[in-house]
């Protein structure tokens, strides 16, 4: 897989087994050129994985899977969000969200609030925000 640099460089990308590209045709919060992704799961990373931009090389996102915190998060992700990206009936459901670490694991948090969902049978997914969730954009881990 190539990627260009913004400075129009290319940079060759070694996908490994457990890689995937996935698709967010309305970018993410903040980076809306930002499309194409590359999901690194890498067991030095565990329980993290890295969402790599293929667009700005520079840009890369630490993730984690939301039921590592709050095991029913998938219930609480309304019924339409879900639909809005086809993931319904046999097709499971994958969300994410983007954390941010801390100087120790009790400062460390993720944004809970605005998930990434991934519809995992085509590989689209899509930044929602849950309003009326209760979560914080800055959830504890711990």
């Known amino acids: 897989m190539k990627a260009t640099h913004p400075h129009g460089q ?7 087994n457990r890689d995937r590209l996935i698709r967010f045709e309305e970018g993410l919060i903040g980076f809306p050129e930002c499309k194409d992704f590359v999901l690194k799961e890498n067991d030095d990373l565990a329980p993290f994985c890295l969402l790599q931009s293929l667009e700005l090389l520079d840009l890369g996102f630490l993730v984690l899977e939301p039921t590592m915190v709050i095991t029913n998060y998938y219930d609480l992700v309304p019924a339409r969000e879900w639909e809005s990206l086809g993931v319904e009936g046999r097709i499971k459901p994958r969300a994410l969200v983007i954390v941010v670490i801390g100087s120790g694991p009790e400062s460390s948090t993720g944004n809970f609030q605005a998930p990434l969902l991934i519809n995992q049978e085509k590989m689209t997914g899509k930044q929602v925000i849950l309003t009326d969730s209760g979560f914080s954009v800055r959830q504890q881990l711990l």
């Open 10 to 16: 290319t940079a060759h990308f070694d996908l490994e």
